[in-house]
């Protein structure tokens, strides 16, 4: 790994508008799903939040406990210009690892393939210490090989079930239907409960 893919990395990447993977709105699987939630105070957290265009939709079509996390102040500093009625307490700035808090949902989209393939076990054990006994994590994961030395890493159900199945009691795991045109075909929708 050539660079540390801390803080100042994503920053520097944001404010290049080296951003490849923002695609300027919610990812369709993302919002498709969100429209069947029928619960609207669900706590949501939303990690490696990005621009946050999912959390926008979220909190825009009623759901007003949502959470987003990134280690981007620039990206978070840009969501709060966009969404000036976000509550400042339901954006954390920082490391998802040392992240506290409980949700009854985990949004997943392109975080977990923005860390390194050596904390996807680490990335497992927080998102099920964050989650509340019922609580589930679902969302969008590549089934691409990408990139080994750079992000976006990249990924496949076999290696994703290894990862998960020991935590999770109930994994659906299919090829979106529904993924933007370049993604086509290497998208996977997840829901691990």
């Known amino acids: 790994m050539s660079s540390k893919l801390d803080a100042s990395f994503w920053n520097s990447k944001y404010n290049n508008n080296d951003i490849g993977w923002d695609i300027g ?7 498709e799903y969100a ?22 939709y979220l909190w825009k079509t009623g759901h007003k406990n949502v959470h987003i996390l990134d280690y981007s102040d620039t990206a978070l500093t840009e969501f709060k210009i966009r969404v000036p009625e976000f509550p400042e307490n339901q954006i954390h ?28 076990q680490n990335y497992v054990r927080k998102v099920k210490e964050l989650l509340k006994p019922e609580g589930k994590l679902v969302g969008v994961l590549f089934n691409d090989e990408l990139n080994e030395d750079k992000p976006p890493f990249g ?36 829901i691990f409960s």
């Open 35 to 56: 429209d069947q939630l029928e619960r609207k105070d669900l706590s949501i957290l939303i990690p490696g939040c990005g621009n946050g265009y999912e959390a926008e």
């Open 93 to 120: 700035v920082g490391d998802f690892f040392t992240h506290q808090g409980s949700y009854d949902l985990i949004l997943e989209q392109t975080f977990f393939c923005a860390i390194q393939p050596v904390l996807r």
């Open 155 to 190: 990924g496949n159900s076999l290696e994703y079930l290894g990862h998960f199945q020991p935590h999770f009691q109930h994994l659906y795991m299919k090829s979106c239907y529904n993924s933007i045109e370049p993604r086509i075909g290497r998208e996977l929708f997840v």
């Open 25 to 31: 709105y919610p990812s369709p699987p993302i919002a």
